[in-house]
């Protein structure tokens, strides 16, 4: 790679790019193209129909060469798409990547002015001389390599952090499986059946839960969470509340000294308890002891105490005898593990529907949720798989099932996003009832059947010859008969155009999905951003689903937007794809986008080591003063410091202040500077 001396002349090639139509058909090229000439610093300006193609970045290598070009301009799109692309370009032409600026003439200009060519070609020369007067002092920047440490991380073992969990340990790496609840499996262990091949949820799941449990590399941590989190990608120092179970597991017992103690999932304990409280996996509608297991099928087989409603009357502990498996006095405990990387796999919650008030749920009692419906109509369910009205107990004959509710709702109550995967878990309850239960009705209140899967329109059209009624419009409400306890559900049928009210025995709501409650914590605990709705965002939507603006941070399942399971269970399996790649080389290399303290302008006054989102900053003590120093593996070069620091001690490497100043010059002062 050739070096550029400090004092040399800048020789600033400039490439403009058509895109096709996508920047031409707004655009006018050639005259950004002649404009560029005509700028200070430039040495050849030229175009091509799509310059990240194979002859396009040839231009660009042969440019280098030809004019001795000393950084390079393209024109064309976001470098969040391209920008790697021309870097790699910039390379093969003997130049240092990081010579290199885009000018984003696409999405920032020629796709919003598509009306507008005149003014858009102006705007688009202004881009080009923007990034031409910083690409004129860009400096050679060297990338950085950190070592990465053979383990990984998964927070959540639903469906979609198992599959990540075993993929990553199976490709040999040391992984640890985080998950709050005491047992594995999330919300598809509450499922009856799944669509649209109808197979039992349990069946497919509980042998991925015995491969998770048994895998050698998979160091299962269940009730637990994550507290804190240091470091970064390679490096990452996760502190972990092990919440206090009570019940000790056989290798803890051994321990202790207990010799073939610990609990063996026998049950008497559960047996004695007196205290009796709701079961919050049958969503209340079962009861469930102050020592439990969720159900038969849990991983780990491990009872736990729940100490907010243990009265320590002691008689699970005398039950239990020898095997010495119960602790009342158990406390919560803290370990710090140090893994490569990360994946998240939180997943979600179900929207609080009992604030769509007109649908009275929790007021009327046979309005449930579709997650209600699972657990009644499930064969391990409260009620053994008989669909009963709540009221009574009632076998129900008319069932009304509202779609979207709480979703693609802008009232400002709901969702506006579509929560996807409702309407076909609908239609497969649709299928349960008529299979199930003689003679009975099921009517489906839908906007729009969005069956988008793999053999889901074909299940669509199954349940509609089936005999299940579809009536196309929104419930604006539901009442309750006081005396029979049967439903009316007042509609529109936007079919017929006119209003409809059908009485019904029970109303299922397909209530939206949102993110699960301790989502936020955990995204900010490992610097993660999320969209408006709460959704863990990734780093690009089309080309790096997986990953997130965290280096070493990914985003498996449901916690990054609405999906089905097997969507959630391929972005599972990319992820630890993903994730296990920086583990097998050993090493990382960083951009060089990060902050550099200048130790002789530095006061040592820290009021930037607050300011920083990414815990970049420390002050030290060097050569008997104080200064800061940055962690660069941490800093992602957002600026913050270096706009704030009131001496000018932070230099912003690629972003540095006469570059930008610069930019500002270019844009202010246009073609008379």
């Not at 799509?50 to 000393?70: D, F, R, W």
């Not at 649908?359 to 798989?385: H, M, Q």
């Not at 129900?396 to 506006?416: I, Q």
């Amino acid at each position: 790679m050739a070096e550029v001396k400090k004092n040399e002349e800048p020789r600033i090639g400039v490439f403009v790019c058509h895109c096709g139509t996508n920047i031409a058909g707004s655009i006018d090229i050639k005259a950004v193209m002649e404009y560029a000439k005509t700028l200070p610093n430039v040495a050849i300006a030229d175009d091509y129909q799509y310059m990240c193609s194979t002859p396009g970045q040839n231009k660009i290598v042969e440019a280098i060469e030809e004019h001795k070009l000393t950084g390079i301009v393209v024109a064309a799109c976001s470098p969040r798409l391209h920008e790697p692309t021309f870097r790699v370009a910039t390379r093969e032409g003997g130049l240092n990547p990081f010579r290199f600026e885009m000018a984003n003439i696409r999405e920032q200009n020629s796709w919003v002015h598509m009306h507008q060519p005149e003014e858009a070609t102006e705007k688009a020369k202004d881009s080009v001389r923007i990034a031409v007067a910083k690409a004129s002092l860009l400096e050679d920047l060297i990338p950085k390599s950190v070592p990465v440490e053979r383990a990984a991380m998964v927070v959540g073992a639903g469906i979609g952090g198992m599959q990540a969990a075993l993929d990553l340990a199976s490709a040999g790496i040391k992984t640890y499986l985080v998950e709050k609840n005491p047992t594995i499996g999330g919300k598809m262990s509450q499922l009856d059946k799944t669509f649209p091949t109808l197979d039992c949820s349990q069946c497919i799941l509980t042998p991925k839960m015995v491969d998770v449990f048994r895998h050698e590399n998979i160091e299962l941590l269940t009730y637990t969470e994550v507290e804190a989190v240091e470091g970064y990608i390679g490096n990452f120092d996760v502190t972990l509340r092990k919440k206090a179970r009570g019940v000790l597991t056989l290798e803890e017992a051994e321990a202790r000294g207990f010799v073939g103690g610990g609990c063996n999932g026998c049950g008497d304990c559960e047996d004695v308890c007196p205290v009796i409280r709701p079961n919050p996996f049958e969503l209340g509608m079962a009861p469930m002891k102050a020592i439990y297991i969720y159900h038969p099928q849990v991983s780990p087989l491990l009872y736990t105490i729940d100490f907010d409603s243990c009265v320590k009357c002691n008689l699970c502990v005398d039950i239990c005898g020898d095997k010495k498996a119960i602790d009342l006095n158990a406390k919560d405990e803290f370990e710090t593990v140090k893994v490569g990387t990360v994946i998240l796999a939180t997943g979600y919650d179900i929207f609080p529907i009992e604030e769509k008030f007109e649908w009275g749920y929790k007021n009327y009692d046979n309005v449930i949720t579709s997650l209600e419906f699972e657990r009644l109509i499930c064969a391990s369910g409260p009620t053994g798989g008989h669909l009963i009205r709540p009221s009574d107990g009632a076998t129900p004959k008319k069932v009304a099932f509202v779609l979207c509710a709480g979703s693609r709702d802008n009232t400002g109550v709901g969702k506006p996003y579509c929560s996807r995967f409702c309407c076909m878990y609908s239609l497969k309850h649709a299928h349960q009832i008529i299979e199930k239960i003689p003679d009975a009705v099921p009517y489906l209140f839908y906007m729009d059947i969005r069956s988008f899967g793999k053999m889901y329109e074909e299940f669509y059209y199954r349940i509609q010859d089936e005999g299940a009624k579809f009536i196309r419009g929104r419930v604006a409400n539901i009442l309750e008969d006081p005396v029979t306890k049967n439903l009316h559900v007042n509609a529109e049928d936007t079919l017929l155009g006119r209003p409809i009210d059908v009485e019904v025995d029970m109303v299922v709501l397909a209530a939206a999905v949102q993110p699960a409650a301790e989502t936020d914590a955990t995204r900010r605990l490992f610097g993660v951003s999320c969209s408006q709705d709460g959704w863990l965002l990734e780093a690009h939507p089309k080309l790096n689903p997986c990953g997130t603006t965290t280096a070493g941070v990914y985003l498996a399942g449901v916690c990054q937007g609405p999906k089905d399971i097997p969507d959630t269970v391929a972005q599972a399996e990319g992820a630890a794809s993903a994730a296990s790649i920086p583990i097998h080389l050993g090493e990382v290399e960083l951009e060089p986008y990060f902050a550099v303290c200048l130790e002789d302008k530095c006061a040592g006054c820290g009021m930037c080591i607050n300011l920083c989102p990414y815990q970049a900053l420390a002050l030290v003590e060097k050569e008997g003063r104080t200064v800061m120093q940055v962690t660069e593996a941490k800093c992602k070069g957002c600026g913050t410091c270096g706009g704030f620091c009131p001496g000018g001690a932070i230099w912003m490497q690629h972003f540095a202040t006469p570059q930008i100043i610069a930019q500002i010059d270019a844009f202010l002062l246009g073609g008379e500077q």
